[in-house]
């Protein structure tokens, strides 16, 4: 009612609302109401509104439905370190999800960049496999997965892992670029750390003069120095 008022006091420019009513059987249902003023007096001042009503529970439950699964894709993504992104190839128009944004360490209000500009987030020595890939999946219909590093605004680099795939809809002109994107640098960097331990015993083991054997729990030799 307020929403009403304001729009025929000249407040707000809003013509369309939708809320809920409750259902003569004790249910609510969503309506969208359109109104306008058809008639005002001679200093025109507003004296008549008309409007119609719409049943709009189905839309608008899908509407939630919808809202429902992707803020659970959204909390996964967030868990999980990972994102979404597509590129409408007719457009050229790239979409991410705030997962993407999120790995990338870019504030969703900033926008989606343009695809030439998300590349160049990529580190210069990695970009040509980014390229080569993204172009062999749009001219030849070819699947992707690399894992790379990109140098996020603050100079940060991550290790990230991309899989990328064309999808083409029932008009040939429909084609989407569409894949994921995972941020695994934690795990990436464990697997350094191990590495690195693991050349620091053998490089220990190689300087000790008496023999030295590891054996595991089933007492089989695993190891030995020269």
């Known amino acids: 009612a307020e929403a009403l008022l304001n729009y025929v006091r000249g407040i707000a420019r809003e013509t369309q609302l939708e809320f809920r009513i409750l259902h003569a059987d004790g249910h609510f249902v969503w309506v969208q109401h359109t109104f306008k003023v058809s008639r005002k007096d001679t200093n025109g001042v507003p004296i008549e509104v008309v409007g119609i009503q719409q049943d709009i529970t189905d839309r608008k439950r899908h509407e939630l439905a919808l809202?429902?699964?992707?803020?659970?894709?959204?909390?996964?993504?967030?868990?999980?370190?990972?994102?979404?992104?597509?590129?409408?190839?007719?457009?050229?128009?790239?979409?991410?999800?705030?997962?993407?944004?999120?790995i990338y360490g870019i504030d969703p209000e900033w926008g989606e960049p343009e695809l030439e500009d998300a590349i160049e987030f990529y580190h210069p020595d990695d970009r040509a496999v980014v390229e080569a890939a993204v172009n062999s999946a749009i001219e030849e219909n070819t699947p992707f997965e690399f894992q790379l590093r990109i140098v996020r605004g603050d100079g940060e680099i991550r290790h990230v892992i991309s899989r990328g795939e064309l999808k083409v809809g029932p008009d040939e002109d429909e084609r989407v670029l569409f894949g994921i994107f995972q941020d695994v640098t934690e795990?990436?960097?464990?697997?350094?750390?191990?590495?690195?331990?693991?050349?620091?015993?053998?490089?220990?083991?190689?300087?000790?003069?008496?023999?030295?054997?590891?054996v595991n729990s089933e007492n089989i030799i695993e190891d030995c120095n020269p």
Do not use: C, P, Y
């Open 67 to 102: 809202e429902e699964r992707t803020d659970k894709l959204e909390l996964a993504e967030a868990v999980a370190g990972m994102g979404h992104w597509s590129v409408d190839l007719r457009t050229n128009k790239l979409h991410w999800s705030e997962g993407v944004f999120r």
């Open 187 to 214: 795990k990436v960097e464990a697997e350094l750390q191990i590495k690195e331990s693991e050349k620091k015993i053998r490089t220990m083991m190689n300087s000790i003069v008496d023999g030295v054997v590891t």
